[in-house]
């Protein structure tokens, strides 16, 4: 398929195996942080919290990097929630797309944040830091999560309050639909924290659960392996980290040929 040039920036032929498509919408938070939507190809299938290759032409050339889908896997288009890296190869082009412009993705998603890859569980944990919360914000909002579980956990720390608003959104906008607020109901729980700035709760992931304090607020106990499940998505060091707590809990990481406790993934940059 070849796609016209939309505009001189991002002017776009497809290579071979490679969607073309258009942008729908985009919602900068911060000077960091933005999201955007963009057609969905025709026959074009995932599993929720799944990521794909996205990319621009930036200088004659395609430059691709790994994103989580944000939308559900039952969305007529595709979302994504991006860092902005000044230099990054991708992102600081990736920034400026505005709606009409052109976007490339790869043919094939993959990934281990799917639901596919725990054995059943009732308490399902998202742990989640900085644009970490994209493949969650694709699982909260899939039917499928509330099937398999009796309650949904989503953590989301960041450093500053307004890096956390897309996921404030997200939640109100599944209390807003008529058909997800119905499957949801009071299942989700969402839990935020910042790290240098006051807020009502602060402080990382990793302290609030080895100091009890994430049980405690929740009012839930403390991570049990029979019936708690896990993913993680953020930086390597909170992933490790993370990992780390939920070894001592008894719990083992899966993956998609072998089910198991938890799985993780790196949150992607550049
Ligand atoms: P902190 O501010 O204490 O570094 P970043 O923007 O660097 O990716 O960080 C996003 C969030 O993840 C920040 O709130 C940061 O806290 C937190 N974080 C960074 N490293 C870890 C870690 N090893 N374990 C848990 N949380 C972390």
Redesign the pocket.
Known sequence: MNAPAKSEDFAVTAPAGVFVETVTSVTHYTDHLFRFRMTRPSGYRFRSGEFAMIGLMVDGKPIYRAYSIASPSWDEELEFFSIKVPDGPLTSHLQKIRVGDRVLMRKKPTGTLVLDALTPGKRLYMFS??TGIAPFASLIRDPETYEKFDEVILTH???EIAELKYGFDLVEEIRNDEMLSEIVGDKLRHYAT???EAYSHQG???TLMQNGKLFADLGVPALDAQVDRAMIC??S??L???KEILEAAGMEEGANNKPSEFVIERAFVG
Do not use: L, N, P, Y
């Open positions: 830091t900085g720390t960041c450093r910042v790290t240098r990382r992931i990793t953020g930086s060091a909170m490790k980290e993370t």
